[in-house]
């Protein structure tokens, strides 16, 4: 008996200490941010194994960096284990797209993550244009496995917190301490978003909900929300229901006319058919915040009380409604809230208050952060994955894997030059001769500016001769004013980005996007191109930050020194030689000041005997003759005294020319 008591009292004190300091031990202080302690250090924390967080891992990897990442789960992707709840994604696996070239074939395989291995591709493990969620899961884990990435898993992390001395550091669910330099927090946005009102008690949330469609057969549902969740409910269920009806406070927002994935997408969209075709179900505008619910005693179902008024009016009541044609009067069997999902700030100690994005700082979905990706709350706190969203939400696809994918490596480059002092990759041209190819290989292929259209960007940098420059790829367009301090690369002289763009007055809510009139075809009218096309801003010299905080809210970049929007093309293959190739070369030769065609041997050496200045076509040692010639006159400015088109100039090639930019040399 002695021995029982002496045992609980050692269990209650020890339970006591533990009490006042639950990280007694790896802690020598009563404040954990006064620790000088280094337990299971690592350069880099990384928060969560899902798609951002396995990225970001497989660059610091490729980089050689003391990195960890903590997964809460016992494996990669954890989330896509419940969501989305009826099992089918809607990011695109376009298997088949006519071409071979894998950096083109991600244009349209929204699911896979970057690296260097071939067979990490989702098109290997599923050939449904929308794959199940389950393959993805697979995938995820492949992913971690065979690229031998660091991963912890069956860690949940509590309690981040900023120490004084400038380290982070954190506990698992067993009291294991950790410290780290930078936290990378890729945790997602999986928090589900609740609303608190009167009667929600009665409500079923989009996270509780099954497959089985036995409850819903012969049943009123209604449904709060109108994202894809909503739709994706009604999808599933309208087979069975008496009929739906579903509610949200703005109007439905469709990814084909606002050319944002994250709006409602086709795939969903089946009740809209039924609406407006006057088949039962239907949508209407409300505000959830104002519900007021109650079950009726007399017909079992759930019924909207008037807001802001205590009268009973549900069947069985003693009120009458006012208004007798509200869609809620017929009642509901289920009310099911969609209501979408936020970032979940609970695994910070209370030390780190971060802000939230939006109109409301404490109540956003998104943390606050810079472009940089870094907190604007706590230094060297980093976001990785659809938790930097806020940086272009409703803009374009920085939320969905074929988007976070680059901004994740954008943030990995931005790291690793303002932490280890490794500039960001570029590409040197002697010459702009051989600029163009690779700018049109860019625009062709390149699938970063095309999923990241208006937020990632390419930047050509010129030296001061105009001749050599550097060509930054998949660079944010946000910080192309401070590009030096981000990138490492000087910038000397002039600058020319490069960015791909909707047309400015195309996308958005009510939008025809599919008005006769939507398809430019004229070169000279690619300021008016609807869908995606390249745009190209020169810059005599590098704007300011100034510049681009005050720019109209419709241009990507500020107003530049010259501008030319190349035409779209059906199939975004923007090779055309006269609306696009050529257009595209003459931009250049204009902007710098430089002939940029190509010359036989036989034309060099003529102009070389004739002409005091030499295209720079010419200037090539390939020609014994006139090196020691052309040697001094590498300098020269160009003067076009032979046509620009190298072709035939036949009455079809007149009536061409004659719609190109005013900068075109007269054809004799």
């Known amino acids: 008996m002695q021995v029982s008591v002496f045992v609980l009292v050692l269990f209650c004190l ?32 990384v928060i969560g194994a899902g798609p951002g967080g396995l990225q970001i891992a497989y660059y610091l990897e490729s980089s050689e960096r003391d990195y960890i990442v903590f997964e809460k789960g016992h494996g990669a992707g954890t989330f896509y284990n419940k969501f989305p709840i009826h099992r089918k994604l809607i990011s695109l696996n376009k298997v088949y797209t006519g071409k071979t ?38 995938y995820l884990n492949d992913y971690a496995t065979k690229l031998n990435l660091k991963v912890q898993y069956n860690s949940t992390m509590h309690d981040i917190l900023k120490r004084k001395d400038g380290l982070f550091q954190m506990w698992d669910q067993h009291n294991n301490a950790y410290t780290c330099k930078y936290v990378i927090v890729a945790t997602g946005i999986a928090k589900p978003n609740h609303i608190d009102f009167p009667g929600s008690d009665l409500t079923v949330p989009y996270e509780d909900l099954t497959l089985d469609l036995k409850p819903y057969e012969g049943k009123n549902v209604w449904i709060l929300g109108r994202g894809n969740s909503a739709y994706e409910v009604a999808q599933h269920i309208m087979g069975v229901t008496n009929f739906i009806a579903m509610m949200a406070k703005t109007r439905t927002r469709l990814a084909w006319a606002t050319h944002y994935v994250g709006d409602l997408r086709a795939i969903n969209n089946d009740l809209l058919d039924n609406y407006q075709l006057k088949s039962l179900d239907g949508l209407f505008e409300g505000d959830v915040t104002v519900l007021n619910l109650k079950r009726s005693n007399l017909t079992g179902r759930i019924y909207t009380l008037e807001p802001g008024s205590d009268r009973d009016t549900i069947p069985g009541g003693k009120d ?50 810079s472009p940089m990706y870094e907190s604007l709350d706590v230094r060297n706190l980093y976001f990785a994955g659809t938790n930097t969203h806020s940086l272009d939400w409703r803009k374009s696809a920085g939320g969905f894997i074929h988007g976070y994918r680059y901004t994740v490596r954008t943030l990995h480059r931005i790291m690793e030059w303002t932490h280890h002092g490794v500039q960001w990759p570029a590409v040197k041209f002697s010459n702009p001769l051989d600029l163009l190819p690779h700018v049109l290989k860019r625009v062709n292929e390149a ?49 020319m980005v490069l960015s791909m763009e909707y047309g400015k007055n195309f996308s958005g809510v009510g939008k025809d996007v599919f008005h006769g009139k939507r398809a430019a075809r004229d070169p000279r009218e690619g300021h008016k191109a609807s869908l995606l096309h390249p745009v190209i801003y020169y810059y005599g010299k590098l704007f300011t930050t100034a510049d681009h905080i005050h720019k109209h809210k419709q241009w990507v970049l500020p107003v530049p020194d010259r501008i030319v929007s190349l035409i779209e093309e059906f199939t975004t293959k923007f090779d055309a030689e006269r609306s696009h190739v050529l257009m595209f ?11 940029m065609r190509h010359w036989f041997a036989n034309q060099c050496l003529k102009l070389s ?12 040692p390939s020609l014994p003759a006139v090196t020691d010639f052309i040697s001094n006159t590498v300098n020269a400015t160009p003067t076009y005294q032979q046509p620009l088109v190298e072709l035939d100039v036949t009455n079809n090639h007149r009536n061409y020319i004659k719609y190109l930019p005013r900068y075109v040399t007269k054809l004799k």
């Open 14 to 45: 020890c339970l006591s200490v533990y009490g006042k300091n639950k990280h007694e031990g790896s802690i020598k202080h009563d404040d954990p941010m006064l620790n000088t302690e280094t337990p299971n250090y690592k350069e880099y924390c």
């Open 101 to 138: 070239n894998k950096e083109f074939n991600m244009r349209h395989d929204w699911n896979s993550l970057l690296s260097n291995d071939e067979s990490l591709l989702m098109t290997k493990y599923s050939e449904e244009f929308f794959p199940p969620a389950d393959v993805l899961v697979q």
């Open 320 to 369: 009458v409604k006012k208004f007798q044609t509200d869609p809620t009067r017929r009642g509901f069997d289920h009310v099911i809230t969609c209501l979408g999902f936020k970032f979940d700030d609970s695994i910070f100690h209370p030390s780190i208050k971060l802000r939230k994005s939006g109109r409301s700082t404490s109540k956003g979905k998104y943390p606050l952060i």
């Open 447 to 495: 699938s970063d500016i095309y999923q990241m259209f208006s937020e990632i960007c390419d930047v050509i940098i010129f030296g001061e001769d105009k001749i050599s420059s550097e060509y930054l790829e998949s660079f944010p367009c946000p910080l192309v004013s401070i590009l030096p301090h981000v990138s490492g690369h000087k910038v000397p002289g002039s600058v």
């Open 585 to 595: 070369r003459r931009f250049i030769e204009d902007s710098i000041g430089v002939d």
């Open 609 to 620: 005997l004739t002409e005091t200045n030499i295209p720079l076509g010419c200037q090539t």
